[in-house]
């Protein structure tokens, strides 16, 4: 329903015993028992008439915006205008995604991931509302439901991930003025397994898979990957194209940092790769049946686990068990981060063997 100016008169608020007429802005002239009154914006810019409404000035019966306070905040639409800041009252959420989703590497895992996170977890509670009327307490409201649905705290993370480069994508082409998500954080328990004997347990790993897998080049060459410090998703997105059998080194596309990671191929991942019977085109591990990604190894990693009696071990465990064995060797922590693919050095204080005592 369009706004009529009938509706409304100037809005006006005591100040040292005057009576102060604000410039462009209005109030209602009838008061709703829930909201109170409700203040609108009208000004002239570059030619144009602008209305915008404010707001309301009560909540649950509460003065929550006074006719002074809506004065600020008109001020502040304003200079928002002159800054060059887009009028955002008909953008939707779905419409700023889809604007941000079209500056990105469509060929990279991680932003189908972000879209696919969208989706599952945030378009259905804000994606058609618009985004100059989400607050924090929204998107708090959104954590809350999935930590009462049991979700982990990494999945929970996941949506702040996507939400916080959304909104600063909004701030950088003046959407908006102010970033909803500043001040939301989710704290991740740390996952790391605590690997002692790590020398020791390597060599009993890389001789299962060995033993175990003897005559399966196809998963000896997929599990023994997971000692080269390489995370399962980059392992099962390979492709032959980024192996130098010639010259003995392989490069990663998409990894988590989203940045092309060149690596020496080591000696004993040459003879299970050159044994699997493939076409030498397109992904390494691949399913047989459809000449897709496979996504799941759990039946394999199960088998392994029970041939090994290491009920603890995963493919990002193995990354574990590998900086540890070398940190038992007197490998540099800078060295060990190198390895493992880390954008940040730092980060490999997070593995057990580095945290601080």
Not at 58 to 79: E, F, R, V, Y
Request: some cysteine.
């Amino acid at each position: 329903m369009a706004t009529k100016l009938s509706e409304f008169r100037k809005c006006t608020y005591k100040a040292g015993g005057k009576v102060i007429e604000v410039p462009n802005l209005y109030e209602s002239i009838k008061t709703d028992p829930k909201k109170g009154r409700k203040y609108l914006a009208r000004f002239r810019f570059h030619d144009d008439i602008k209305t915008k409404v404010l707001g309301y000035s009560k909540k649950n019966g509460t003065i929550i915006l006074s006719p002074k306070d809506a004065s600020k905040l008109l001020d502040a639409h304003i200079k928002g205008l002159e800054a060059g800041y887009t009028s955002s009252s008909n953008i939707s959420l779905n419409k700023l995604f889809d604007d941000y989703f079209e500056t990105l590497d469509t060929s990279t895992q991680w932003t189908h991931k972000k879209k696919y996170i969208y989706q599952l977890y945030i378009q259905k509670t804000l994606g058609k509302k618009k985004i100059e009327k989400i607050r924090e307490m929204d998107i708090q409201k959104i954590l809350n439901d999935m930590n009462k649905k049991g979700l982990k705290p990494r999945t929970r993370k996941s949506v702040m991930e996507v939400l916080n480069p959304l909104f600063k994508f909004a701030n950088t082409n003046k959407y908006l003025r102010d970033n909803p998500t500043i001040a939301i954080t989710v704290k991740v328990p740390s996952q790391k397994k605590i690997v002692t004997n790590a020398t020791d347990l390597f060599k009993k790993v890389y001789a299962g898979i060995n033993a175990y897998y003897h005559d399966n080049p196809y998963y000896r060459a997929l599990f023994l990957f997971g000692f080269t410090g390489r995370r399962k998703s980059e392992i099962l997105n390979l492709k032959w194209e980024n192996i130098d059998f010639t010259h003995n080194y392989y490069w990663i596309e998409d990894t988590k940092t989203d940045d092309q990671q060149k690596y020496q191929l080591p000696h004993y991942l040459i003879e299970p790769l050159q044994d699997i019977k493939d076409t030498r085109r397109g992904l390494v591990f691949k399913s047989s049946i459809t000449g897709k990604k496979i996504v799941n190894i759990d039946r394999q990693m199960r088998q392994l686990k029970k041939f090994l009696d290491l009920e603890t071990l995963t493919m990002h465990y193995m990354r574990n068990i590998l900086v540890s064995a070398l940190a038992e060797q007197g490998i540099e922590a800078i060295t060990l981060s190198g390895i493992l693919g880390h954008k940040d050095p730092n980060t490999i204080n997070k593995y057990p063997k580095y945290q601080s005592s």
